[in-house]
């Protein structure tokens, strides 16, 4: 019989070494700690093939969970320094910034989409990104999606 997979939350304390060395691993490699998996496997003490065995199937709570995802569109004039005013208004709430695309200005106006990863509690973070819009500058402000 085939075993249905599922998700569950365990306390690292209680697990095997590998699988917080796996995350250790992981987070060198995403943070240009390391050339290699195999000079990360070293370093952290882990061998590559149980590396390789688990690396799809650890992840920590925080990076699976408790991100929040935004994109944003955002109508903006043409004018110095408002995009920046927008992405210091981002970074003051601790939002990690993923993608920001504009368009080319038209009429005296740019069209910009913002994907950004949260932390905050989601009805706190849709107020706050809800007064993007008392920024000089912004014409427009649109929550397309929020995971």
Same mark, same amino acid.
């Given at each position: 019989?085939?075993?249905?997979?599922?998700?569950?939350?365990?306390?690292?304390?209680?697990?095997?070494?590998?699988?917080?060395?796996?995350?250790?691993?992981?987070?060198?490699?995403?943070?240009?700690?390391?050339?290699?998996?195999?000079?990360?496997?070293?370093?952290?003490?882990? +061998?590559?093939?149980?590396?390789?065995?688990?690396?799809?199937?650890?992840?920590?709570?925080?990076?699976?969970? /408790?991100?929040?995802?935004? /994109?944003?569109?955002?109508?903006?004039?043409?004018?110095?320094?408002?995009?920046?005013?927008?992405?210091?208004?981002?970074?003051?709430?601790?939002? /990690?910034?993923?993608?920001?695309?504009?368009?080319?200005?038209?009429?005296?106006?740019?069209?910009?989409?913002? +994907?950004?990863?949260?932390?905050?509690?989601?009805?706190?973070?849709?107020?706050?990104?809800? +007064?993007?819009?008392?920024?000089?500058?912004?014409?427009?402000?649109?929550?397309? +999606?929020?995971?």
């Amino acid at each position: 019989m085939e075993q249905k997979s599922q998700l569950i939350v365990v306390d690292s304390a209680i697990l095997p070494d590998v699988f917080t060395k796996v995350l250790d691993v992981k987070k060198l490699m995403a943070q240009r700690g390391e050339k290699s998996f195999a000079s990360a496997c070293k370093r952290v003490g882990v +061998s590559r093939s149980a590396y390789y065995k688990y690396k799809d199937s650890v992840f920590s709570y925080e990076e699976f969970f /408790n991100r929040k995802i935004v /994109n944003l569109y955002l109508l903006l004039s043409d004018s110095p320094g408002v995009l920046s005013g927008v992405l210091v208004f981002l970074q003051d709430m601790q939002a /990690n910034i993923l993608t920001v695309n504009q368009s080319i200005p038209v009429d005296g106006a740019a069209n910009v989409n913002i +994907s950004l990863r949260l932390t905050s509690d989601n009805g706190e973070v849709l107020t706050a990104l809800g +007064s993007i819009s008392t920024l000089d500058g912004v014409l427009e402000v649109k929550i397309l +999606s929020a995971e």
